[in-house]
């Protein structure tokens, strides 16, 4: 059972378009990361939110944490074939150092 | 190098024998990770070094895996008489503090296909 619920599993959008990937839990986290993974590749961190109701941006990717810290959000803008690849959030323990990870949304924006 | 390297890239085996898995993490970071990446699974926690402390085995999944971290750097993950539910990518991330919310660098992986 993921700690952790990823939605949807794939997404396929034109480039262009705008997408939202979900990460929900019934968990508490002090914080939430999310990262990018491309194929034969380990993931790459994105981004840490850290304060429920947190906003950041990078680019064209806007990041939400929930006010209970339970779920996050990313949106991405105006997609580009760039943006294609594994998206995983991963939610930081409140005790330890460990993190959990979501499934992930393998997103492919085509040209 | 500069970022984590595993070894090997990938690993084709059969059925019962066994396996290691190398991983040379960033130097100076004092915190070791493995991780298993299965199809559709996402990231499976296994084990984790930091300095001299006792590891933390926690995740690992049955006793015919075990790890070692020989000096505070370099670290084997060991699969003993392996199985075909063992195939995965198994991921190794380094950070430079164990903290809550430390950034953790992965390496590329190695790919097992057990046969």
């Known amino acids: 059972t993921q700690l952790l619920e990823q939605s949807p599993q794939f997404l396929s959008i034109q480039e262009g378009e705008n997408l939202t990937v979900y990460c929900n839990s019934s968990s508490v986290f002090s914080s939430l990361q999310w990262y990018r993974q491309e194929p034969g590749e380990g993931p790459v961190l994105l981004v840490t939110?850290?304060?429920?109701?947190e906003v950041k941006k990078l680019k064209r990717l806007t990041f939400q944490f929930g006010d209970a810290r339970k779920d996050s959000s990313l949106h991405i803008t105006a997609a580009q074939p760039g943006d294609t690849g594994l998206y995983l959030c991963?939610?930081?323990?409140?005790?330890?150092?460990?993190?959990?990870f979501g499934a992930g949304t393998t997103v492919t924006v085509r040209a | 190098g500069a970022g984590v390297s595993q070894s090997p890239s990938n690993k084709v085996t059969e059925k019962g024998k066994d396996v290691e898995l190398r991983c040379d993490p960033i130097s100076g970071h004092t915190a070791l990770y493995w991780y298993r990446q299965s199809l559709g699974q996402g990231l499976e926690f296994l084990i984790y070094?930091?300095?001299?402390?006792?590891?933390?085995k926690s995740g690992l999944p049955s006793d015919r895996f075990s790890a070692e971290r020989t000096g505070g750097s370099v670290s084997t993950l060991t699969i003993q008489r392996t199985q075909q539910e063992d195939s995965a990518v198994y991921l190794c991330?380094?950070?430079?503090?164990?903290?809550?919310?430390?950034?953790?660098?992965f390496g590329a992986g190695t790919r097992l296909s057990v046969l």
């Open positions: 991330a380094s950070s430079q503090v164990a903290l809550a919310g430390g950034i953790q660098y």
């Open positions: 991963a939610g930081v323990s409140l005790n330890d150092y460990k993190l959990s």
């Open positions: 070094f930091q300095g001299n402390s006792a590891p933390d």
């Open positions: 939110v850290v304060t429920g109701g």
